[in-house]
C-alpha cells in the first residue's frame, strides 16, 4: 500500500501511470451519482461510494487492478492483511469482477481523512469502513497493462 494525498500522485508515476488522468478529475470536483461507475479511459474507471458493505468483515483482493482510495469528505478507514500466505479464501477469485474474498487477520489500519488517498497492490487483502455518516470518498480500479 502507499499512502499521500492529491500532490503526492506525480511523485509515484512510475508505479501510478494514470496519475495526471486521477489529478486531473480530483481537481474538477465532477463527480459521478453515488454507485455508478465512470469509465476515464480503457484502464481507468471511478465510482464514488458513501457506504461500504457491512454484511460481513472479510477483505477483497484484486489480480487485474490497483485500487486507489480517495477520501472526498469525511473519514475512510481501510484495514490490510500483510499475510497473504495466512488467509483463508472465502469466495474464490472472480476474474469478471477481479476479485477474491478472504478471511484473514487485520496487520495494518489506516484512516485517511479528506484529500488522502491510498493505493492498494493487486493481490493486497483489504476492505474499508467509512468512520462518519458524511464520508465520502472515490475508488478508482486502475488496470494492470
Not at 67 to 85: C, E, M, P
Not at 90 to 115: A, F, T
Request: include cysteine; hydrophobic fraction near 35%.
Amino acid at each position: 500500500m502507499i499512502i499521500g494525498n492529491i500532490p503526492d500522485l506525480e511523485r509515484h508515476c512510475g508505479v501510478i501511470i494514470c496519475w495526471r488522468q486521477i489529478y486531473d478529475f480530483i481537481e474538477r470536483g465532477e463527480w459521478p451519482e453515488f454507485g455508478t461507475w465512470l469509465s476515464l479511459s480503457d484502464s481507468l474507471r471511478v465510482i464514488r461510494l458513501n457506504n461500504w458493505n457491512q454484511d460481513h468483515k472479510w477483505l477483497e483482493a484484486h489480480r487485474a487492478h490497483f485500487d486507489l482510495h480517495y477520501t472526498i469528505k469525511g473519514s475512510d478507514r481501510l484495514f490490510v492483511s500483510l499475510a497473504i500466505d495466512e488467509t483463508e479464501t472465502v469466495k474464490p477469485y472472480d476474474p469478471e469482477k477481479d476479485y477474491v474474498l478472504y478471511k484473514s487477520r487485520v496487520d495494518l489500519e489506516v484512516s485517511l481523512q479528506k484529500g488522502r488517498w491510498a493505493l492498494i497492490l493487486p493481490h493486497e487483502p483489504h476492505r474499508n469502513e467509512l468512520e462518519t455518516e458524511q464520508t465520502e470518498k472515490l475508488v478508482f480500479k486502475i488496470r494492470i497493462t
